[in-house]
């Protein structure tokens, strides 16, 4: 079946440490996002990347990074830089071009302490 | 610049009744419109998009919106709501050069038996 994976489902970890994130997309899309969602508040773009090995910064883009090394693969890194780190984070991939109609994965939701 | 106001953060209906949820976008382009919904801690799913053909979109589980360009709107509606549509509804703009999407803050949909 086609579509986006993200794992872990849950993860905790301390505060100091950095967490990456992983987001697989098997759909052939060029284009990838990273959005954070927190408790009533809509989506906010982090990062995206229109095709590999290069991305662009999104509307809150401060103690996070990205890389995108194959087409598949848009992995986010948490840093120690971010100050509210927990939060529900959601990995989109669409095709470029056309619509932009983004497909989502399950979400993971990190929980910092 | 590209903006999306969703103007109700909650509404309930009664089952049966119809639903109405309201966008209002701003974009310099042409833009790209699209409503997801999202159940408790879910990815997002698609329900209906408009790019630029018919300003009547039809969509999933009985969905439907209308693109009105003159009063920048773009409102979901349903003509019978059912327990299973209680979820957040997510009104979403693309910009079709940099395929970056805006999202409105979500409306939380409520479905009395």
């Known amino acids: 079946d086609g579509g986006i994976t993200q794992s872990p489902k849950y993860l905790f970890r301390k505060e100091g440490q950095n967490v990456t994130l992983s987001c697989e997309q098997n759909l052939n899309h060029d284009a990838m996002y990273w959005y954070r969602q927190d408790p009533g508040q809509g989506l906010r773009l982090i990062y995206y990347s229109q095709i590999v090995n290069d991305f662009q910064k999104g509307d809150i883009a401060e103690g996070y990074s990205v890389s995108r090394e194959k087409k598949e693969s848009f992995p986010l890194t948490v840093t120690s830089a971010q100050k509210n780190p927990t939060a529900f984070y959601l990995c989109a991939s669409s095709s470029t071009g056309t619509s932009y109609e983004q497909y989502f994965g399950p979400g993971t939701r990190l929980t910092v302490t | 610049a590209q903006s999306v106001t969703q103007l109700d953060s909650h509404v309930s209906v009664s089952e049966g009744t119809p639903v109405l949820l309201r966008c209002n976008y701003s974009?310099?382009?042409?833009?790209?419109l699209f409503w997801y919904v999202q159940h408790p801690n879910k990815g997002l799913q698609l329900l209906l998009k408009?790019?630029?053909?018919a300003t009547l979109v039809k969509g999933i589980n009985g969905f439907e919106a209308e693109f009105k360009k003159s009063e920048t709107s773009f409102h979901l509606t349903k003509p019978s709501a059912h327990m299973s549509d209680a979820a957040e509804y997510f009104c979403v703009v693309s910009d079709w050069g940099t395929g970056k999407s805006t999202f409105g803050d979500g409306t939380t949909l409520t479905v009395k038996p």
């Open positions: 974009s310099s382009y042409s833009p790209s």
């Open positions: 408009y790019t630029s053909a």
